[in-house]
């Protein structure tokens, strides 16, 4: 996927990939950088197929699932079944607008608060 590879380079001559920038504000890993890449380029999918497909425990997609729902980035579906047990969720990215916006919105913030710092930062280390 190409998110994998694109890379931005900073002020300080550093390339960064998108995935860093996850990581810095979302404190997003790896793996849950994988699963959000998988929901996303399969629209729908379950927790079962995320295991299969990604190879890795069903534990730890569940944890990366989880994370990814509470930040905002997938939802998650309650489907119906006659039979008893646990329930079943089918997980959905955000469509490509609204994660856009989120992301885009969050990036300021993060930007924002670094920004409000620095007056602090210049009086604490030049003197008033």
Do not use: H, W
Request: hydrophobic share 35%; proline share 2%; glycine share 4%.
């Amino acid at each position: 996927m190409q998110l994998e590879t694109e890379r931005i380079t900073l002020p300080s001559g550093k390339e960064a990939k998108l995935i860093d920038a996850l990581t810095f504000c979302y404190d997003i890993s790896d793996t849950e950088f994988k699963v959000l890449q998988t929901v996303i380029e399969k629209k729908t999918i379950t927790e079962d197929e995320l295991v299969e497909m990604l190879k890795l425990s069903k534990a730890s997609v569940n944890r990366s699932l989880n994370k990814l729902v509470s930040l905002g980035f997938i939802e998650r579906e309650k489907v119906q079944s006659n039979k008893g047990g646990r329930p079943k969720y089918l997980y959905k990215a955000l469509d490509k607008e609204e994660l856009m916006k989120k992301l885009t919105e969050d990036f300021k913030k993060c930007s924002e608060m670094f920004i409000n710092t620095l007056p602090s930062f210049i009086r604490s280390s030049f003197g008033s």
